[in-house]
């Protein structure tokens, strides 16, 4: 399971991550050809962000199932073992 929540994760961050690039580049286009194609373009752009950013929310829910799946993640505070004072990793 945490095999296909990590891809899962892994997918929808890189999908949601260009969609963002992609609207970057059309809101950078649309400054440029100007008001009347520009404004379409802009809404157009807006539309795409929406999946976007749901696509986003799904990748973290994914992210935050795997970490409580795993009970581990890297902001967790632990007592270091015996082993790893020891320097036996």
Not at 14 to 25: P, Q
Not at 41 to 60: D, F, H, K, R
Request: aromatic letters at 8%; zero cysteines; glycine letters at 8%.
């Amino acid at each position: 399971m945490t095999k296909i929540l990590t891809n899962l994760y892994g997918i929808l961050t890189t999908i949601a991550l260009t969609l963002g690039l992609i609207v970057a580049i059309i809101f950078f286009a649309a400054l440029i050809i100007g008001p009347d194609t520009g404004t379409t373009w802009a809404l157009v752009a807006g539309e795409i962000m929406t999946w976007g950013i749901m696509l986003a929310a799904i990748a973290m829910l994914a992210g935050m199932i795997y970490i409580y799946a795993t009970r581990e993640h890297s902001l967790m505070m632990e007592k270091p073992s015996k082993d790893n004072e020891r320097g036996n990793d």
